[in-house]
């Protein structure tokens, strides 16, 4: 009752402010993805579909930003060939949806057999289409308010606290005891406690964590050496976090991107890299189990359907386990998109075709999804769909990574660091999970990319030579910045 009052003040609080400060009562909107997920968080209000806090204090933050826009001459002015992406992008999710709706018959069969029921035309709506679209409106926002030190301060600090507050939360209901112990017992644990007590699926909490580690690794570049023990204390609270999911693809990831920045800019740390292969080894034998999960005969998932197909051979991988049964699901989606390579079938293909229904009575598996983002867009869009959002992610990588290695900025560096993060976390963790559709653990994400996009158009430029002409320009804004903002001119902020 009492998290739930608190709750509710906050809320309160951010609507109203956001008439006063848009801005950062869309940081405080951010903040709540924390929390979006989480039990006590209201699904609905006086049982209306979609009428929850979050998307009230979204509707709040809007009005706040449309009636200031005009004020602070906001305009759109992303570049045109990334702004008809986007246009693209949200396109075929409209198609996809159409397509969906037009011929549900598999969708209906699929939804009776798990939950009893059709589903709503209303409910559809609300997940495939205004879901999609909510959220990314953060990120669509911080780039178009972010045009000035301070406001890009609360951003960068509501971006990384949510996986800070995500981290808490795991470390809360998952006892360290889960990464000493065996691989079985984690796995078990997480798949119990995080999706009850946290809201977030458990690959879905690694995936984020991976790329928040290195995403908040890459805001020390702001601080002052004195103040980097800070950022790095964060960094391992995040990392515990992240083992406790126990989720395989999550460690991957993790690993990837270290590589990935690690080679980029921080050559100096490959000297490091076998310290955390050692300390896993020794310090978090939970962690080693659930990454050696399939491999050398030990630990393994058991189909009654498959054991024929696939026998358990000693010293050799069992890629059922490896792919925690993806190797059943991968080949039955590959073959669907061979039958219709270039459009696709729309969305929730995997279930529409009657794959997913398949796999369920046939094998017992059940795959609403390919556990594939770059599979499930193709089976949902084609070859022709994939295009334009693929090249949409490999341009924002790209210009993230151009950001990251910048020597003479070390704002672009970090919050181009940030970006590189947390978009590899999506695109790398993709291959085993994840989707291309916008869903609430790529919040960050977008808001990080809007950020990045909002410094490549110049903004702060003005900022780089010398730290004097940093501090000047900033005078008028210094007294409204809260001291837990005010990091270091290190950073050019």
């Not at 609080?13 to 009562?25: R, T, V």
């Not at 702004?83 to 969906?100: A, D, E, K, N, P």
């Not at 606290?161 to 995500?166: A, D, E, G, N, Q």
């Not at 460690?251 to 050692?278: D, E, M, Q």
């Amino acid at each position: 009752m009492l998290r739930l009052s608190l709750l509710t003040l906050f809320i309160t609080f951010l609507c109203l402010y956001s008439f006063k400060d848009w801005f950062k009562a869309l940081c405080g909107l951010v903040l709540l993805m924390a929390v979006v997920e989480h039990p006590d968080m209201p699904k609905s209000l006086l049982g209306i579909q979609g009428l929850n806090p979050w998307n009230i204090t979204l509707v709040f933050v809007c009005v706040g930003y449309l009636l200031a826009a005009k004020k602070e001459k906001l305009k759109w002015d992303l570049p045109p060939l990334l702004t008809w992406l986007l246009v693209v992008y949200f396109l075929l999710i409209f198609i996809g949806f159409f397509r969906l709706t037009s011929d549900d018959v598999n969708f209906q069969a699929w939804a009776n057999l798990q939950y009893g029921k059709d589903e709503s035309n209303l409910a559809m709506i609300s997940e495939f289409l205004i879901n999609c679209m909510k959220w990314v409106v953060p990120g669509f926002l911080m780039f178009q308010g972010c045009r000035d030190r301070v406001r890009l301060k609360w951003a960068v600090t509501a971006i990384v606290l949510v996986y800070f507050l995500l981290a808490l939360q795991v470390i809360r209901w998952m006892p360290l005891s889960n990464i000493t112990s065996g691989g079985e017992a984690l796995k078990e644990r997480s798949l119990k406690i995080l999706v009850n007590e946290v809201g977030f699926h458990r690959v879905n909490l690694a995936m984020m964590l991976s790329g928040a580690f290195w995403a908040l690794f890459s805001c020390s570049m702001l601080l002052a050496k004195q103040h980097k023990i800070y950022i790095y204390a964060g960094c391992v609270v995040v990392l515990i976090g992240l083992a406790l999911t126990g989720g395989r693809t999550g460690y991957a990831t993790w690993a990837a991107i270290g590589g990935v920045l690690v080679l980029l800019r921080w050559r100096k740390l490959i000297v490091l890299s076998p310290f955390p292969v050692i300390a896993v080894l020794v310090f978090f034998p939970g962690v080693a189990d659930r990454l050696g999960a399939g491999f050398g005969g030990k630990d393994i998932d058991s189909n009654v359907a498959l054991v024929q197909a696939e026998p358990v051979n000693e010293g050799q991988p069992h890629w059922y386990t490896v792919t925690a049964g993806r190797s059943v699901a991968w080949p039955r989606v590959l073959e669907k998109i061979s039958e219709a390579p270039w459009v696709g079938y729309g969305r929730e293909a995997m279930i529409a075709t009657g794959t997913s229904m398949y796999l369920i009575r046939e094998l017992g598996e059940s795959f609403p999804h390919p556990h594939n983002a770059y599979l499930q867009w193709i089976l949902d869009n084609g070859f022709l769909g994939a295009v334009p959002v693929f090249l949409f992610y490999f341009l924002m990588l790209k210009y993230s990574i151009s950001s990251f290695l910048r020597k003479d900025n070390m704002t672009h560096a970090a919050i181009g660091g940030v970006a590189t993060s947390l978009l590899l976390a999506l695109l790398i963790a993709g291959f085993g999970s994840q989707s291309f559709y916008p869903r609430e653990g790529a919040v960050g994400m977008w808001c990080a990319l809007g950020l990045l996009m909002r410094l490549r158009l110049g903004y702060f430029e003005e900022h780089v030579l010398t730290n004097a002409s940093e501090d000047e320009a900033d005078t008028r804004n210094i007294e409204s910045t809260p001291m837990w903002l005010k990091w270091s001119s290190r950073g050019n902020f």
